[in-house]
């Protein structure tokens, strides 16, 4: 790890275990609440979350039109957000990210 920081730069090192913790944090969200609206494994829920996030498309069958309003707001927002653009709004915008 000493050598990870040395090479990259403190500030780097941060910046991506930041997206890669939003990542997770973002799809055990969306996960447990897809699970728990629909009645759904936990599994099919990752998967679901997973997929909206990264933006592939694939589904286990709980995105449909009957998905309730909030579930495909929530989706909605992860493909938004599991764009790598987005990534660099928000660095524009927040100077806390630039620190």
Not at 20 to 40: D, E, P, Q, V
Not at 82 to 95: A, H, T
């Amino acid at each position: 790890m000493q050598v990870i920081r040395e090479v990259l730069g403190i500030k780097l090192v941060r910046e991506i275990l930041i997206v890669i913790g939003l990542y997770i944090g973002i799809s055990t969200l969306t996960r447990s609440a897809l699970s728990y609206t629909m009645g759904r494994s936990l599994d099919d829920g990752m998967f679901e979350a997973v997929s909206a996030l990264s933006t592939t498309g694939m589904s286990t069958g709980i995105t449909s039109l009957a998905l309730d309003s909030s579930s495909k707001l929530m989706l909605i927002a992860n493909m938004i957000l599991g764009r790598f653009e987005i990534i660099s709004v928000l660095y524009i915008f927040f100077s806390s990210l630039r620190r």
